[in-house]
């Protein structure tokens, strides 16, 4: 009985790590507009600097395109600061733990798909 539960709980926690995975690695498309990109062209040196930074941390699996999806749909989504140096600010101060959270919390509420459709191969 104990090795049953203990093998649905490794189940669950491969799961639960191949979905934040996804997360991880897969890139939102977002209503993007003119004054967006701009911004993005505009931030992507900080946001390469700090990508930097967390890959000498030893978080190699964020990118670019994920510390953007943090600032667009969590830390600027009701507002995007307005001066420069406070959209460099908001990116510097930005740790790991942060983006974790928010990756913790997406991963959350995505909707899981059934067992039978995942590959469980990829897991292991």
């Not at 790590?17 to 507009?33: D, G, H």
């Not at 930005?94 to 913790?104: G, I, K, M, Q």
């Amino acid at each position: 009985m104990a090795k049953k539960a203990k093998e649905k709980r490794t189940i669950f926690l491969l799961l639960f790590l191949f979905k934040i995975k996804i997360i991880l690695t897969r890139i939102e498309v977002l209503k993007l507009n003119d004054s967006t990109i701009s911004l993005f062209e505009k931030i992507k040196p900080w946001l390469n600097l700090k990508t930097t930074e967390f890959h000498l941390l030893g978080y190699t699996q964020i990118s670019q395109a994920d510390l953007w999806r943090y600032l667009i749909s969590f830390s600027w989504k009701k507002m995007i600061p307005i001066h420069y140096y406070q959209q460099i600010e908001c990116i510097m101060q930005l740790t790991p733990n942060d983006y974790l959270n928010f990756a913790s919390v997406e991963a959350l509420v995505s909707p899981i798909s059934l067992l039978e459709d995942m590959n469980i191969d990829d897991l292991l």
